[in-house]
């Protein structure tokens, strides 16, 4: 299945309400065990509605099966535990335990389902593997559980503050979603996501650029 480099890279992150800068930590911990996190803080005024770091911890293992979620973890850095959620994953009896405001729940487990962090992992893994379309299965608190499809689009260069980069772009869909997703890989930095932008109804509203890489 193949295998990741570790980084830690930092993206200038623009929400439509919101802006500020998201870092991602990918570690390996074993061979083939790895941990990804996920460190967003506001900028600017957002920092008087936002004052504490939304952070996200996954724990994953890629195996010849593929890449399998192991732990999840959610605080969205207010004062209040609502929003805040944890999925321990159990392969060993197809099951998953979700905690969160709606309060414990057990979701049955097939290959290709992980939570929201990990599924940036695994998507980079599929890129680098040459796989033009592939689709996860997203788990989350209270939603019906449905793939997520991956399309390719494209070779394009992208040129940002850190330097240009040769890149492949996909497209990232949900049945039932308005939403559609771009991600643009970098073709010479072991795939590392260097843009994503997410769209609806043919407006942009939420966009996140590579302003830092370190591998």
Not at 45 to 59: I, L
Not at 79 to 107: H, I, N
Request: hydrophobic share 35%.
């Amino acid at each position: 299945m193949g295998s990741l480099a570790p980084f830690k890279v930092s993206y200038d992150v623009d929400y439509s309400i919101a802006s500020g800068v998201m870092t991602l930590t990918l570690s390996e911990s074993d061979r083939g065990s790895y941990s990804l996190d996920s460190v967003t803080e506001a900028k600017g005024a957002a920092r008087m509605f936002f004052q504490n770091p939304v952070s996200e911890h996954a724990t994953f293992e890629i195996t010849h099966d593929g890449v399998k979620a192991t732990g999840y973890k959610l605080d969205d850095g207010s004062q209040s535990s609502k929003k805040d959620m944890s999925f321990v994953y159990v392969w060993e009896c197809s099951e998953a335990a979700l905690q969160s405001e709606d309060g414990p729940e057990t979701r049955p487990l097939e290959e290709g389902t992980m939570d929201q962090l990990v599924m940036q992992a695994a998507a980079i893994l599929e890129v680098k593997s040459g796989n033009r379309q592939f689709s996860f299965r997203q788990l989350k608190p209270g939603r019906k559980i449905s793939p997520y499809v991956y399309e390719y689009l494209g070779e394009e260069v992208l040129d940002t503050d850190i330097g240009e980069f040769k890149t492949v772009k996909y497209s990232r869909t949900r049945k039932g979603d308005s939403k559609t997703t771009h991600f643009w890989y970098a073709v010479d930095h072991d795939y590392t996501p260097v843009q994503l932008q997410r769209i609806k109804k043919q407006k942009t509203v939420f966009t996140a650029t590579l302003i830092s890489l370190d591998r």
